[in-house]
């Protein structure tokens, strides 16, 4: 199943002779795309220069709340290991599936008054936005860190005997200790060398205990021995063995230090657990957040830009076609087909009627205006943005 392209467009009334979405519905074709009604409220206006003001702030927020929905996103699946089923039923906003909200958007009134002043309105989408990011990311850096120590605690319990903890191994009556002039080292030891080792160990410094060497334990690819020096010579023996690539193990014995690492695997597993439910909840949380906020910000487009365009008094239509990015290719030459002429001198036509593109000193007029001409994009003659969720 494709994946749901939604463009947003907004057209004069005075271009219809009928029903305007009937008109627009037919005007791209039934298997294009379907077409709703985006209600966009009556904002305060304000002057020429707030408008173009509020057209360049809009345009910037609005690539920070698709970044803010992404990160949301790929939050999620890392959580539920990429499973997609599992994100997508995380994926709600306000109580409803992200696409029926969308299809069914209605600007929240109590949240957002619509008789504020829009750069009023602005800032408080662009502070939500920040506060619901910082949540995530918060919530998302602290999960992970505990996720990261519980790999840690595993790892020493399931790993080989280079890294793996020794606590449980090594027998304390092995180790020579309280002794004022010997200790005793832990040496990992790959099993291939392990002949070598037993070989060369007592010449390796001065003052080794003769066969003072015992085996420990032996896993799938080292050996560990303990084998005993004078202290004075200790960090010569160590030195030499890190040269044959034979690993020294710190390890100090201390009473009930098993049991405890046992409890601190425990404690971190339940903590791990925890911090999973809490990021899924801050995760479910922040995607209905972020892409309500997206869908404020976009209905100011819509309403910004299209007083920009067509002037007063505001008439016009805004509908949300739900398309595939396939489609959508279709979606916007049909439009363009159609509604060229709105744009002036901006589309001309070629001999056989098409319509070719925009004259690049025009569009630079048109972006230095204000009007919505996206990076990499062409002007287009109408209101018109896409956009898809991740």
């Not at 803010?68 to 089923?85: N, Y």
């Not at 001198?345 to 569009?363: C, E, P, Q, W, Y």
Request: glycine share 6%; charged share 25%.
């Amino acid at each position: 199943m494709s994946p749901a392209q939604y463009i947003l467009v907004s057209l004069p009334l005075r271009i219809f002779d009928d029903e305007p979405l009937t008109s627009l519905a037919a005007t791209i074709g039934r298997d294009n795309g379907q077409v709703l009604p985006f209600a966009v409220p009556s904002f305060k206006i304000g002057t020429l220069d707030a408008l173009v003001q509020h057209a360049d702030d809009l345009a910037k927020l609005d690539s920070a709340c698709e970044a803010a929905v992404a990160k949301v996103a790929d939050s999620l699946r890392g959580i539920l290991d990429g499973d997609e089923d599992k994100v997508a039923q995380q994926k709600i906003v306000n109580d409803k599936p992200t696409d029926q909200y969308l299809r069914s958007f209605q600007w929240n009134k109590v949240r957002y008054r619509a008789d504020r002043p829009l750069g009023e309105l602005i800032d408080n989408l662009q502070k939500e936005l920040q506060n619901t990011d910082n949540d995530v990311k918060a919530k998302f850096n602290q999960y992970n860190g505990i996720k990261t120590n519980l790999a840690a605690l595993e790892r020493k319990q399931t790993g080989n005997l280079a890294t793996k903890s020794l606590t449980p191994i090594v027998d304390p009556q092995v180790l020579v200790q309280d002794s004022e002039y010997l200790e005793t080292h832990l040496i990992v030891v790959p099993t291939n060398a392990r002949k070598d080792f037993l070989r060369s160990y007592e010449t390796l410094a001065t003052m080794v205990v003769p066969r003072s060497s015992i085996q420990v334990a032996q896993d799938d690819e080292f050996t560990l021995f303990a084998v005993t020096t004078f202290k004075k010579t200790s960090s010569e023996f160590l030195q030499k063995c890190r040269e044959h690539k034979w690993t020294p193990r710190q390890y100090k014995y201390v009473e009930g230090g098993k049991e405890e690492e046992q409890r601190e695997l425990q404690r971190v597993e339940k903590e791990a657990k925890k911090a999973r439910t809490e990021a899924l909840l801050i995760g479910r949380t922040g995607w209905s957040e972020s892409v309500m906020i997206w869908a404020h910000v976009m209905t100011l487009r819509v309403f910004v830009e299209t007083v920009l365009r067509y002037g007063l008094p505001l008439e016009f239509v805004s509908a949300l076609i739900q398309t595939t990015p396939k489609q959508a290719k279709k979606v916007k030459t049909a439009l363009d087909s159609t509604y060229s002429y709105l744009g002036g001198n901006a589309f001309g036509r070629d001999k056989h009627g098409r319509v070719t593109k925009d004259d690049a000193s025009l569009t630079s007029e048109m972006a230095a205006a204000g009007l919505s001409v996206g990076e990499g994009s062409e002007y287009t003659a109408y209101v018109y943005y896409e956009f898809s969720l991740p």
